[in-house]
């Protein structure tokens, strides 16, 4: 059997569906990579920064991971622009689709969030509204949001900061997209984890200044 034996899919029998579902977790499973050729296109969108896109991307999760964040926050460090290449107006939105099955709430909510929270940066400069975000102020991931911004969003546009190449980071996203999809044990709803945790920081200082 090289393809299904239907034109409709209500005509579709289990043999069919069967064979589609092998087919489906055989290309989910090169998600990953796809996303990390994905990343490489970043380098091409968005010209006027002193950084490229790639380049902001590369350097947020440079922070995150000399902070010490874990595993979670990095890739979502990463990976939080990658809509821009398909979705310039909602690029949060599109980011935090990517990564939701895979990553805890707390850094979904954080990605898909982060375009209005960055407002705060320069929405005077633009004429939106720099305070969009005062709008989820009861949520539990406010702080959090806040604090991605401050430290990894908008500080990485810094072209003499030493950030780790995309090779670095390729097994950290493979790692993840290696997951089972919404395993509660990973989503863990409504639990927060700090973006900075001194004992992974300093288990990674030895690497955290790239020559
Ligand atoms: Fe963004
Ligand atoms: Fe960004």
Redesign the pocket.
Known sequence: METVKFTQMKDGDHEDYAFLTAHEIEYAAGTADRLLAAMVELDKSLSGYKVTRLGHSLQAATRAWNAGADIDWVVSALL??IGDIYAPYN??EYAAAIIRPFVREQCAWVVEK??DF?LVYYGEHVGANPHKRDAFRDNAYFDDCVEFCERW?QASFDPEYATRPLEFFAPMVREVFARRTYDPAIIRTAQREPLSSVALQASRAEFSHPS
């Open positions: 939080h622009d690029h949060d982060h375009g960055q969003d």
